[in-house]
T-cell receptor, first 114, second 112 residues
Framework: DVKVTQSSRYLVKRTGEKVFLECVQD?????MFWYRQDPGLGLRLIYF???????EKGDIPEGYSVSREKKERFSLILESASTNQTSMYLC?????????????FGPGTRLLVL | GDSVTQMEGPVTLSEEAFLTINCTYT??????LFWYVQYPGEGLQLLLK?????DKGSNKGFEATYRKETTSFHLEKGSVQVSDSAVYFC???????????FGGGTRLMVKP
């Protein structure tokens, strides 16, 4: 069965802390994505990666960075957390070139920055 | 740019009522269309999809028809249940990289 896991369901951090959100998929997917979900705004793409060590900015990359050292793992990094980064963060993965297939989502990490 | 517009929620219905959640899109090409559902405390799951005009996606009693002439993909269900309470997202993709553009989401609340 398809599986995307995220390291934490809930996180509470303080302003200025460095925050790591981890995502692991077991489907050998090339593409991985990080979104944030906010009420009324739907999902907005932060970064995506189409291969190991490759990354591309999404719609809202400011304040975030990512790391993809292994195919199955995609990390989102908040270098210095701020209160406006309080949100739900969703990771997803997908095959690359088989034409418009779905993305598979993890359960999400709800981050609160105080 | 490409975009997806959904009706704003929350939508509150009684059990066994008929459901419609409107979704329209703008796209520079010929997209594939999706409905995702997010149950409380969970990530998104694919509910149904359609890849070409006049296709009908269906799953768990939900249906949506890809209408190219009206650029719409409205979600319908004939008789909702309390267990259908969730947030529903309409989305499109245009490319083989499987990049998704999402609507804002519509919360559905079904009361017994």
């Amino acid at each position: 069965d398809v599986k995307v896991t995220q390291s934490s369901r809930y996180l509470v951090k303080r302003t200025g802390e460095k925050v790591f959100l981890e995502c692991v998929q077991d489907m050998d997917h090339e593409n991985m994505f990080w979104y944030r979900q906010d009420p009324g705004l739907g999902l907005r793409l932060i970064y995506f990666s189409y291969d190991v060590k490759m990354k591309e900015k999404g719609d809202i990359p400011e304040g975030y960075s990512v790391s993809r050292e292994k195919k199955e793992r995609f990390s989102l990094i908040l270098e210095s957390a701020s209160t406006n980064q309080t949100s739900m963060y969703l990771c997803a993965s997908a095959v690359r070139w088989t034409g418009r297939k779905t993305q598979y989502f993890g359960p999400g990490t709800r981050l609160l920055v105080l | 740019g490409d975009s997806v517009t959904q009706m704003e929620g929350p939508v509150t219905l009684s059990e066994e009522a008929f459901l419609t959640i409107n979704c329209t899109y703008t796209a520079t090409g010929y997209p594939s269309l999706f409905w995702y559902v997010q149950y409380p405390g969970e990530g998104l799951q694919l509910l149904l999809k359609a890849t070409k005009a006049d296709d009908k996606g269906s799953n768990k009693g939900f249906e949506a028809t890809y209408r190219k002439e009206t650029t719409s993909f409205h979600l319908e269900k004939g008789s909702v249940q309390v267990s259908d309470s969730a947030v529903y997202f309409c989305a499109l993709t245009l490319n083989a990289g499987n990049m998704l553009t999402f609507g804002g989401g519509t919360r559905l609340m079904v009361k017994p």
